[in-house]
């Protein structure tokens, strides 16, 4: 059997079972999804042993010991996996909901409502988490569920997807709702990302080449997400305390996650207050700071800064630093080199506040908070599927009804149009 035709057997039944799953009741999916975290503990030896050979492959493989500590699962991870389902089970469900409503001056009763969007296809890295956590989301929101994760995890995912699957079958969700795209290779994805009219949604989850890759080469729509080049802009009116506190956690609290700050930008007119504290305090934390001329003036410690180190996502201990003469500078700068992910803004000033919010076109803009907030539980959203940088009808964190769609439904009783 080809990779194309292993591909049709798993798209052709979940485009099928999105329509089975489609109109059921919050109950039902609440229902599955609790059978799916009872059954991820009660097979948690199994999935552990499993996992264990695809861990093993990568140290063989020389991977580095923190993807490897991404791709390990132990008893303890799964449980809170399982509770992560529990949890998107107690979340409101937001199909049926209507978004608006009226009538008409003719009589008839218009309103919108959200509805599943069919098929949702997601390609992720080396994270069997994100396994669990992309169907779950997507069978609460009405979905089925394709799934490519990373060759890396293809056992862990496999043996994960079949568990699913086998708690799905005693409930009224069908067990294709969540399906594994078959296949190792380069080919499998490309499967998935031209599979128009089989999967309705592409969500890339991962680094920049992959998001890159997805976009460029997918005839499927696609939601972009995850790229964070995050600046933390320092402003002329800031609490200088403050802004310290916010770029230490901006920047080492979780380096390697897509909030993380990217980039300090300085307005020159704190700059010689506000620089030699900050280059220190991000020297005691390990920060390794990539600065232009000015911010080399300040510390021996900085390093010439290029290009593409304002452009990067670092995802490490590294950041870049600028001085600039303005709040415009530091809103072209962004434009120039930033993702569009989230941005913050340290400033006693409700004006300039207001300037940047208006004039730096992110997803997310911090006013005096760290850019770490950028997440959907923080938000109040509950899980989320990953953050949108792009400006279609989902952008930042993508909760449940992000996964959704409208329809209009129109109620009359007799009219036709003159």
């Known amino acids: 059997m080809s990779e194309r035709e292993d591909f049709l057997r798993v798209a052709g039944p979940a485009r099928e079972a999105a ?42 493989n020389g991977i580095s010991e923190y993807m490897i500590d991404r791709l390990s699962l132990d008893e303890g991870r799964i449980a809170a996996i399982a509770d992560a389902v529990r949890q998107v089970a107690a979340l409101p469900d937001p199909v049926g909901e209507t978004v608006r409503g009226t009538v008409l001056p003719n009589g008839l009763e218009l309103r919108q409502i959200r509805v599943p969007m069919g098929v949702v296809g997601i390609i992720y890295e080396g994270r069997p988490n994100v396994t669990v956590d992309a169907a779950a989301l997507c069978l609460k929101s009405g979905n089925a569920a394709l799934l490519r994760g990373s060759s890396s995890a293809y056992e862990s995912n496999s043996v994960l997807v079949r568990v699913m699957q086998d708690a799905l079958r005693g409930t009224d969700v069908p067990a294709n709702a969540v399906q594994l795209v078959p296949g190792t290779s380069r080919e499998s994805v490309k499967h998935l990302m031209r599979a128009r009219g089989l999967v309705d949604v592409l969500i890339p989850r991962g680094g920049a080449s992959l998001i890159n890759s997805v976009v460029e080469e997918s005839t499927v729509p696609v939601i972009e997400t995850g790229v964070g080049n995050c600046a933390v802009y320092v402003d002329a009116d800031a609490d200088l305390d403050m802004a310290i506190d916010i770029l230490i956690n901006a920047k080492t609290q979780r380096p390697s996650v897509c909030n993380a700050a990217e980039t300090l930008l300085v307005h020159e007119g704190v700059a ?50 600028r001085v600039v003469d303005s709040l415009d500078e530091a809103a072209r700068h962004i434009r120039t080199y930033g993702s569009g992910h989230t941005e913050a803004i340290v400033t006693n000033s409700q004006r300039a506040a207001r300037r940047f919010v208006a004039t730096v076109d992110s997803a997310a803009i911090m006013v005096n908070a760290s850019t770490r907030f950028t997440d959907g ?12 940088t792009q400006k279609l009808h989902a952008r930042g964190p993508m909760g449940l009804p992000e996964l959704t769609s409208t329809k209009y439904v129109v109620t009359g009783d007799g009219q036709i149009r003159a």
């Open 377 to 388: 539980e923080e938000f109040g959203f509950g899980a989320e599927i990953g953050i949108s």
């Open 19 to 60: 329509a089975e799953l489609a109109p059921l009741p919050r109950a039902a999916k609440d229902a599955a999804l609790h059978a799916v975290a009872d059954a991820l503990v009660a097979n948690a030896a199994e999935i552990v042993k499993v996992n264990a050979q695809d861990v093993a492959r990568a140290r063989d």
């Open 272 to 321: 010689d207050a506000f620089l030699p504290r900050a280059l220190e305090a991000l020297r005691a934390e390990g920060v390794t700071v990539h600065g232009d001329e000015r911010v080399r003036s300040y510390s021996g410690d900085v390093v010439e800064a290029t290009e593409d180190d304002y452009r990067a996502e670092y995802l490490s201990l590294d950041i870049a630093a």
